[in-house]
T-cell receptor, first 114, second 109 residues
């Protein structure tokens, strides 16, 4: 959908290990986002990017970092994974900013931290 | 901070019946968006409402934005098994988008 690919689709990792999730888009859109989805919380924004090397924090950014060295790729890194970071992670893109453009989501990555 | 609340959290519906899910914000919103997520899937954009009192329809789905732009509703008529999933509203204010926790809909055939 909307040319968004997330990898891996599933990952199990141990507490304390670093983890990187990748989001790749083929649409050349400027805005990219990382969300996490947990029961009872809906979707919460972790980080977002409004261009190459331009990123900003969302509402739940602690413990996460991002990088965007190319328009098409947006990486999410958990420097030292914790059990509280067990979640489903969605990447999203939009044609414009958050004020009026809908989000198009990737298929998600299910991450389990043991 | 901006909070968007959705009620009910769960909606169990008999096939053929109507139901409504509600979205309420603590602050006035610029726009509101609605998304649907099928079980095991990803959220898919349904619609955006911008104007006070705006009403939009998509087949059996009717979306409404409140006059004060602090609440919204999604009404589904003649529920079908294809309506199963979680419906999220997302309120936009000051270039920030906040999702509600969603209403999860199950349908009894």
């Amino acid at each position: 959908d909307a040319g968004i690919t997330q990898s891996p689709r599933h990952k199990v990792t141990e507490t304390g290990t670093p983890v990187t999730l990748r989001c790749h888009q083929t649409e050349n859109h400027r805005y990219m986002y990382w969300y996490r989805q947990d029961p009872g919380h809906g979707l919460r924004l972790i980080h977002y990017s409004y261009g190459v090397k331009d990123t900003d924090k969302g509402e739940v950014s602690d413990g996460y970092s991002v990088s965007r060295s190319k328009t098409e790729d947006f990486l999410l890194t958990l420097e030292s994974a914790t059990s509280s970071q067990t979640s489903v992670y969605f990447c999203a893109i939009s044609t414009g900013g958050l004020n009026n453009s809908p989000l198009h989501f990737g298929n998600g990555t299910r991450l389990t931290v043991t | 901070g901006q909070q968007v609340m959705q009620i009910p959290q769960y909606q169990h519906v008999q096939e053929g019946e109507d139901f409504t899910t509600y979205c309420n914000s603590s602050t006035t919103l610029s726009n509101i968006q609605w998304y649907k997520q099928r079980p095991g899937g990803h959220p898919v954009f349904l619609i955006q409402l911008v104007k006070s009192g705006e009403v939009k329809k998509q087949k059996r789905l009717t979306f409404q934005f409140g006059e004060a732009k602090k609440n919204s509703s999604l009404h589904i008529t003649a529920t079908q098994t294809t309506d199963v999933g979680t419906y999220f509203c997302a309120g936009i204010r000051d270039y920030k988008l906040s999702f509600g926790a969603g209403t999860t809909v199950t349908v009894r055939a």
